[in-house]
């Protein structure tokens, strides 16, 4: 992966921290049934168990930044792309979730964040025709 990519990619991951702080914040686990059962099988106070699920999702996001990404690892694209595909799914949800509740949801404010640092991760990772060219 390019420096430009392996850095977006960084960006992703602190977006997603900034997402897993207003998700928290503002109760998500107490608004969204799945989040609340989850977190409970992780604690019994669902904003422990929320907190701790999230670190540890932040945790593997920065494992896989500074591991297979920033060591150049064949699996980088792909653990890159798994994140992308997780994050654009995460902003479309809570757009979706505020649009059907007709107001604010939890995580609504920091998902066009997510969907922008993800499409760019995804721009910058989708090879043009310039650089197909070269390997034809």
């Known amino acids: 992966m390019k420096r430009s990519s392996r850095r977006v ?3 992703l991951v602190l977006a997603q921290t900034a997402h897993s702080i207003e998700e928290y914040t503002t109760g998500l686990y107490e608004t969204l049934a799945f989040a609340g ?3 409970g099988l992780v604690a019994d106070d ?3 168990g929320f907190a701790i699920i999230n670190s540890a999702f932040i945790a593997f996001g920065l ?3 500074f591991v ?3 060591l150049g690892w064949p ?3 792909g653990w890159a792309w798994l994140w992308i595909v997780v994050e ?3 902003a479309i949800l809570h757009t979706g979730l505020a649009f059907s ?3 604010y949801f939890p995580g609504v404010l920091t998902a066009p964040l997510l969907f922008v640092v993800a499409a760019w991760l995804a721009f910058l990772l989708n090879p043009s025709e310039r650089d197909l060219a070269l390997h034809r």
């Open 68 to 70: 297979p990404v920033r």
């Open 9 to 11: 990619f960084l960006l």
């Open 46 to 48: 669902l904003g422990v």
């Open 37 to 39: 059962f989850v977190s």
């Open 88 to 90: 654009l799914g995460n």
């Open 101 to 103: 509740t007709g107001g």
């Open 63 to 65: 494992w896989c930044y």
């Open 75 to 77: 699996s980088a694209r």
